[in-house]
């Protein structure tokens, strides 16, 4: 594990979560880590921003290991985020993506509102026998 943590906030005007995805992919091009995993942690990122309230900032923070990387994205509006974490819907909701595109989430408690955990690891590559 690198214990790298890195934390970004930025405005929650539209534009700015460029930069977010931005320091996702400078963290995985760093880490050799693939296109593919560096595209779902930019699309979980993407699915959540639907959820952040009109004002105030959003907070990205980032845990880098050798193989895996944590965030923590809030906060959020809890207006049924909750909800769609928790329970499967029909259809293509925010639940569907996350659990297509990262190996881990959970909303939890934390300053203004919900704050949205989420965590992808590299997959082991078998060695070609």
Do not use: C
């Not at 005007?13 to 460029?18: A, H, K, Q, R, S």
């Not at 952040?52 to 907070?59: D, S, V």
């Not at 408690?109 to 026998?129: C, F, M, N, Y």
């Amino acid at each position: 594990m690198t214990g790298d943590r890195i934390v970004l906030t930025i405005p929650r005007n539209e534009g700015y979560e460029n930069v977010a995805q931005l320091v996702i992919a400078g963290v995985a091009a760093r880490l050799d880590f693939s296109y593919e995993f560096v595209d779902d942690l930019g699309t979980a990122l993407e699915t959540l921003l639907d959820w952040r309230p009109e004002a105030g900032e959003l907070t990205v923070e980032l845990e880098v290991g050798e193989r895996s990387v944590k965030a923590l994205l809030g906060p959020f509006r809890d207006d049924g985020l909750r909800g769609e974490l928790e329970h499967a819907r029909e259809g293509v909701g925010i639940r569907r993506v996350l659990e297509t595109v990262v190996d881990r989430f959970a909303a939890v408690d934390g300053q203004g509102g919900a704050w949205i955990e989420l965590e992808k690891h590299v997959p082991s590559v078998e060695p070609a026998t």
